[in-house]
């Protein structure tokens, strides 16, 4: 099951891909060709369609076109600072929060 779902989310980013802003699609489409009505052919299909057809191209496609990962938080911040040359024990990080800013937060002092 966990093939077909990934199947699915990948058809999903693929027609995204070739789809423009005036919402035309399909053009250099993978499987635009595979039948008369392209993807939609999904709800005009005989029993015979080649269903495998579509998830062997699909999935060649998301292979070739992986879906971007982003960093975390933490990630991005670590690799802002170690671009700068920073030492983090000397950052701002370690100070104490302005008391102004901190009763804005609602954040009482330490031992209080």
Same mark, same amino acid.
């Given at each position: 099951?966990?093939?077909?779902? =990934?199947?699915?989310?990948?058809?999903?980013?693929?027609?995204k891909?070739?789809?423009?802003?005036?919402?035309s699609c399909c053009?250099?489409? *993978?499987?635009?060709?595979?039948?008369?009505?392209?993807?939609?052919?999904?709800f005009?299909?005989?029993?015979?369609?080649?269903?495998?057809?579509? +998830?062997?191209?699909?999935m060649?496609? +998301? +292979?070739e076109?992986p879906? *971007?990962v982003?960093?975390?938080?933490?990630?991005?911040? =670590?690799?802002?600072?170690?671009?700068?040359?920073?030492?983090?024990?000397?950052?701002?990080?370690?100070?104490?929060? *302005?008391?102004d800013?901190?009763?804005?937060?609602?954040?009482?002092?330490?031992?209080?």
């Amino acid at each position: 099951m966990a093939d077909f779902v =990934q199947t699915m989310k990948d058809w999903r980013r693929m027609c995204k891909a070739y789809t423009t802003d005036d919402e035309s699609c399909c053009d250099g489409c *993978p499987v635009a060709d595979f039948h008369e009505h392209g993807c939609g052919a999904i709800f005009e299909t005989e029993d015979g369609t080649d269903w495998q057809r579509y +998830a062997d191209a699909i999935m060649a496609w +998301a +292979a070739e076109h992986p879906e *971007p990962v982003y960093p975390t938080w933490i990630e991005w911040f =670590q690799r802002q600072v170690w671009k700068k040359g920073t030492d983090v024990s000397s950052m701002f990080l370690y100070d104490p929060i *302005p008391a102004d800013i901190a009763e804005k937060l609602g954040i009482e002092p330490k031992g209080g």
